[in-house]
């Protein structure tokens, strides 16, 4: 089983900027696909991005196509999630999740989580 620690969350006018970080430890990172999910309140958690072992291939949802960016560090054990002109609508707490498999496409399924770190866009 994989840690992961998600940083950088916080409150942001409308139309900024926010990089959250995602610190995984426990098994080999640079092996896995990782991604980013989200829970407003009141509704069910939804992906927003994701990046294969290598970094080589990107999903996003429709809603952050173009304004958010995952990366990934390998070196570093960290993946990134890079959110501009941010909306209040992007208002949730991001978790952070790691692959259940290997060597994967990077679309899941996904088997660990970290705690979550809230960002709140106002208006």
């Known amino acids: 089983q994989v840690q992961l620690v998600e940083s950088g969350g916080g409150l942001v006018q409308a139309g900024g900027s926010l990089r959250l970080s995602c610190a995984a430890s426990g098994r080999t990172f640079s092996s896995y696909g990782m991604g980013w999910f989200r829970q407003a309140p009141g509704k069910l958690r939804v992906f927003v991005a994701a990046?294969?072992?290598?970094?080589?291939?990107?999903y996003y949802a429709d809603s952050v196509k173009g304004r958010f960016t995952i990366s990934r560090d390998n070196g570093k054990n960290t993946v990134y999630l890079q959110m501009n002109s941010l909306k209040p609508e992007d208002t949730a707490v991001y978790y952070c999740a790691a692959e259940a498999a290997p060597y994967k496409l990077g679309r899941g399924p996904f088997d660990s989580w970290g705690q979550g770190t809230q960002v709140t866009a106002s208006s």
């Open positions: 990046i294969n072992w290598s970094g080589g291939s990107t």
